[in-house]
């Protein structure tokens, strides 16, 4: 998959595209719908193209701390288009300056420049300075240049609107069977393993302490039951784990950190790539007295999550 930088106007495109415009944050079980419709779409061997934002428009114009960070990292987000059949993805530099464009512009100048067969959004799709055209007003501005807009209703789960918004929501709460249901997948986090105090070695809990996540979402502090997948040029291996996020009050921590205790697993992962996939919240970050209470709670920890998951203690 092509990905191509824009600070200004993108780069004139030959090849006819079917274009989808959003952030695509999660790449929830909605924008898979727009995918799907695109990729059945190709009739004459179009390319699909995503018109996608570098940052959240609420981060940028109002500052909003839940913006700041994603569902899924730069790179994640990429990896899942492209194995959604994405050929080509604009990453748009979006900044207050570009925020001040109109739809007039959007449309005259942006989008003509992308030799565009269709588009394909969804019906709550909003463009242009203060964000005062709709899904109605691409449409009318498209027919100029002979362009048909596909606007694709909602999709709902359980009566609801899927959203980023709304899966932050429950990354946030912990919730995270129902941001399955709505990615489609886990939520999880791509990182590198970094030394840390290891102090969970010290008290019979080796984890691997995950770096490089700064880029996402924080789920609610707490110990999860979940799955570390460690990639290797060869092959990759999936374990079942223990998920310690949070700040750590028992040792005094200061920030926030991602740690992971493998079941059923030895040997060093130090600077391996590894993706941690969060599968059940099990309990709220506590204030221990002293380490042999934490301890004790990891052992109670380790055998409930045994228990689920039909493995027999060590």
């Not at 959240?56 to 913006?67: R, S």
């Not at 007039?104 to 019906?123: M, Y």
């Not at 290797?232 to 005094?252: H, K, W």
Request: aromatic letters at 10%.
């Amino acid at each position: 998959m092509e990905t191509i930088e824009v600070t200004a106007l993108p780069p004139a495109n030959e090849k006819p595209t079917i274009l989808l415009i959003g952030k695509f944050d999660g790449l929830h079980i909605g924008h898979q719908q727009l995918l799907d419709q695109a990729n059945a779409y190709r009739e004459n061997g179009e390319d699909v193209a995503v018109f996608g934002f570098s940052d959240h428009p609420l981060w940028v114009l109002k500052g909003d701390p839940a913006y700041e960070k994603s569902l899924s990292s730069f790179k994640d987000k990429l990896q899942m288009l492209k194995r959604a059949g994405v050929d080509r993805y604009y990453n748009i530099y979006f900044t207050k300056e570009y925020a001040q464009i109109t739809p007039e512009q959007f449309v005259n100048e942006q989008l003509t420049q992308l030799n565009i067969s269709r588009i394909i959004i969804g019906e709550g799709f909003k463009f242009g300075k203060g964000r005062n055209a709709d899904a109605e007003g691409l449409t009318e501005l498209c027919k100029e240049h002979r362009i048909p807009v596909t606007v694709l209703p909602h999709v709902s789960f359980n009566h609801e609107k899927v959203s980023s918004t709304k899966v932050r929501q429950l990354v946030a709460g912990g919730q995270m069977e129902a941001v399955q249901a709505l990615l489609g997948r886990p939520f999880e986090t791509t990182g590198v393993v970094e030394k840390g105090e290891q102090l969970g070695r010290q008290l019979g809990f080796p984890t691997l302490n995950l770096g490089e996540i700064e880029e996402y979402v924080e789920p609610k502090p707490g110990v999860y039951l979940g799955v570390v997948e460690v990639h290797d040029e060869q092959a990759s291996a999936q374990y079942y784990s223990l998920i310690s996020a949070g700040y750590r009050p028992t040792v005094n921590g200061q920030t926030y950190k991602v740690e992971a205790y493998l079941l059923n697993f030895s040997g060093d992962l130090y600077g391996k790539k590894v993706t941690v996939k969060y599968l059940r919240f099990m309990r709220g970050e506590e204030n221990f007295n002293g380490l042999d209470a934490l301890v004790e709670h990891m052992q109670q920890d380790e055998q409930q999550a045994r228990e689920i998951l039909g493995l027999a203690a060590e």
